[in-house]
């Protein structure tokens, strides 16, 4: 994908009604501080158009991406954040469904896991509720330059494991540091937008 223009297009709170956009959208979920906005940056080549913080829990809306008119990256909260209220994790988890589940446009959704640690109960929950829904969750294993290279295909495979994805189901290492695995996401997402 060429990138032309990006915009911060729409963010959506608890209470937001969703957009009905015309366009495809891919969404991106995962762990509070996992790397999604920091992964969006890096398809978008921009440094910090999506806000990114070492504290999690920074995304607290769906932030829609708007790539050259063509189609939306969709930035959601992240979950398992422990630092927040049970009332306020619920009204995340439900915005999260509420998108989910009632857009007609959304033609992928990638779920983030971070290379170096087992999938949590949350994150398998996610990977589930994902496939319940109806899509095929592509996993990016993120933040993989915080490894050694030979570790890599180990802590793949911990990952699938974790999750217990379906046979076949790809995992794709990525580094927002190094930007390694931009190229294969993109083609993952253009492959999925196709008319
Ligand atoms: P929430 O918005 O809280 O859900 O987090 P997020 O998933 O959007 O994470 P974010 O992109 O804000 O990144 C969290 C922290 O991890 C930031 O300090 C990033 O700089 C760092 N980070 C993200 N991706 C990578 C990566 O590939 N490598 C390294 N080394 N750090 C990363
Ligand atoms: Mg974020």
């Given at each position: 994908?060429?990138?032309?223009?990006?915009?911060?297009?729409?963010?959506c709170?608890?209470?937001s009604?969703l957009p009905?956009?015309?366009?495809?959208e891919?969404a991106?979920a995962?762990?509070?501080?996992?790397?999604?906005?920091?992964?969006?940056?890096?398809?978008?080549?921009?440094?910090?158009?999506?806000?990114?913080?070492?504290?999690?829990?920074?995304?607290?809306t769906i932030?829609f991406?708007?790539?050259?008119?063509?189609?939306?990256?969709v930035d959601l909260p992240?979950?398992?954040?422990?630092?927040?209220?049970?009332?306020?994790?619920?009204?995340w988890g439900k915005l999260i469904e509420r998108y989910l589940h009632g857009s007609e446009q959304l033609?992928?959704v990638?779920?983030?896991?971070?290379?170096?640690?087992?999938?949590?109960?949350?994150?398998?929950?996610?990977?589930?509720?994902?496939?319940?829904n109806?899509?095929?969750?592509?996993?990016?294993?993120?933040?993989?330059?915080?490894?050694?290279?030979?570790?890599?295909?180990?802590?793949?495979?911990?990952?699938?494991?974790?999750?217990?994805?379906?046979?076949?189901?790809?995992?794709?290492?990525?580094?927002?540091?190094?930007?390694?695995?931009?190229?294969?996401?993109?083609?993952?997402?253009?492959?999925?937008?196709?008319?």
């Amino acid at each position: 994908m060429i990138i032309k223009n990006v915009a911060l297009e729409t963010v959506c709170g608890i209470t937001s009604v969703l957009p009905r956009n015309e366009k495809m959208e891919v969404a991106f979920a995962g762990k509070s501080n996992v790397g999604k906005s920091s992964l969006i940056n890096a398809l978008m080549n921009r440094k910090s158009l999506a806000r990114t913080s070492a504290q999690p829990g920074k995304t607290q809306t769906i932030n829609f991406y708007n790539i050259n008119d063509e189609l939306y990256l969709v930035d959601l909260p992240g979950y398992g954040y422990a630092k927040v209220s049970q009332a306020a994790k619920d009204q995340w988890g439900k915005l999260i469904e509420r998108y989910l589940h009632g857009s007609e446009q959304l033609k992928a959704v990638f779920l983030l896991i971070d290379i170096r640690h087992e999938p949590s109960a949350n994150d398998k929950m996610m990977y589930d509720w994902i496939l319940y829904n109806g899509y095929e969750p592509i996993i990016i294993a993120t933040k993989m330059d915080k490894i050694k290279r030979s570790q890599i295909q180990k802590h793949i495979k911990m990952v699938k494991n974790g999750l217990d994805v379906k046979p076949g189901t790809a995992v794709i290492p990525f580094s927002a540091e190094t930007k390694q695995g931009r190229e294969e996401i993109w083609e993952v997402i253009e492959q999925k937008i196709k008319p």
